[in-house]
């Protein structure tokens, strides 16, 4: 049957609520494209991909850019800045980007691709695939808007990027958390020759690693915090909700520890079968991603592979469904990767 | 942006000269292809045919390389879109030398270097994945761009063909490489009227095709495919054009040209040969070199 959301808002004509909603439920609006993830109270830094790059590629003359259509919503726009001569703007076709990025890497170059997560994903996967992939040129495409980072619905949510690009062999998928790592994952990915795949958090983007004395390496998962109750194993923006969902489960007497995987591909095998060993946790994958596909069954495959079996194994996930439209806060509470549907999701686990 | 190929540098040679005229390298082309034909039971050997003459000018005339060396940096690059032609490619890569030739018996054999369709990680000489049609021309896109941020005097030659014009990858690159001016760009069109369905004027149409690529952007030529002197014309105007444009050669051929009995045959994507064929047809293709 034919997919329909139409239903109007029950809502509507009720003068109460009218306007901007009332006090205790305030009427959340779909936010734009531009705007930042952070919560109210939270440390940013600006644009820190576009930033890396741009310095990045002082020392690194066969860095160039390419962009289709999308070099403010990626931050690309500070490397052209930076770089006009090494900027390439490609218009509104991803298929092209993709294949003059595999032509140029071909030349000798290093391309920095961008768009939107759903349209490498999506649009353009074949030629990711048998251009790039193939291969394994020394190409990095890093895309906006991964997972559940928009409210405009399943043309822009890319909930199953890392599903897709799992599948293909040589590409590195990588899902940092903030900007911090945003930062130290450029140089690094740059570093790894071969294709990678990295998911962009864009705009003002929260900080939150510096406090941990952090260090992204490629390939490297890494204990952010330890606990003894339960393993988070997370990536991208849900390491940083697992943090927070660990220190508001602490003030209910559970110890929680948080084990941070950026890089899904290839995955940190040794670090994550030590940590899932400890007996006694149960492991919680959480990601921004749908459940099909995704880190949590990249983790679930391991452990089942290699004999490790925990007390208990649950995911946070995104469902196997296409995503609503609306606000941001609203969705990511409705789908269970808020820092409260979080820790109320592993309360009634334990 | 960079704009234009410098052409005040001079070209190095690739090769002495020889006294082999392009007529003969066509023909060793197309007895090549045939003879890995004849190996396997099978090939795309009407396209293989079809395009000997155009590849005996890219190869033989147009292109600077160098056999014993096929990643030298000052080469021409020559981009094979439609994998499937790989048989044709592989036969003209032997005839240039950058293939031995007793590696043509391995054709699409397990663990050949020379397999049915072709890939870049196989093959010397083979410059790209093609296969999933459409790809070329972005491709050669960005080759394009990465010669002239080396400010490099090579041409990227593209070969493709009418039925893979559907593909709208091929669109978005034809308009970015006016857009880019790129003059170092020479795309071939293989016009042969046959896609896997049908005649591809059939299939979905593909005219006016000139009137397309020069609303594009681009400078048309289209020429007879078979016709190695008007060939040589052609190449010569694309690489000699001082207008900032990439250029583009539609070569209309004839499937299985030089074989009479396989020209005749019933038009197919994938021309069948009966196992006691393959040496007929080199037999009457080397008569007809004499007659």
Redesign the interface.
Known sequence: MRRSKYTRPAWLGEQAEGGQGTADRPRLTTSAMIASLAGPDQRTKPAPFGHALAALAETRPEI?GLTADLAKYTDLHVFAKAHP?RF?Q??M?E??L????????????M?FATTYAVFAARRAY??IC??IA??NLNVKIVCALPGLTTGYGPSHQATEDVAIFRGMPNIAIVDPCDAHEIEQAVPAIAAHDGPVYMRLLRGNVPLVLDEYGYRFEFGKAKTLRDGNDVLIVSSGLMTMRALEAADALASDNVDVAVLHVPTIKPLDEATILKEASRTGRMVVVAENHTIVGGLGEAVAGLLMRSGVFPAAFRQIALPDEFLDAGALPTLHDRYGLSVAAVTRSIKGWL | ??TSTSQAAPRPQAHALTNVSLADRAYRIRRNALRMGEVQGQGYIAQALGIADVLAVSYFHAMRFRPEDPEWEERDRFLLSIGHYAIALYAALIEAGIIPEDELESYGTDDSRLPMSG???YTPGM???G??L??G???????????K??RSTSFVYCLFSDGELGE??IW??A??AS?WQLDNLIGIVDVNNQQADGPASQVTGFEPLAERFAAFGWHVQRVDGNDVDALVAAFDAARGLAEPKPRIIICDTKMAKGVPFLEERERNHFLRVEPHEWRQAIELLDAGRTS
């Open positions: 160039v001569d390439y490609m218009g076709a298929q092209l993709i294949s003059a990025a595999a032509g140029m890497a071909r030349e000798g170059f391309p074949d030629f048998m251009a193939e291969e | 942006m960079t890939m870049a990680a410059e790209i994945t296969g999933s459409g790809h021309l972005g491709l050669a896109v960005g080759f394009c761009f990465g010669l941020r080396k709208g990858s978005e690159a308009w970015s857009h």
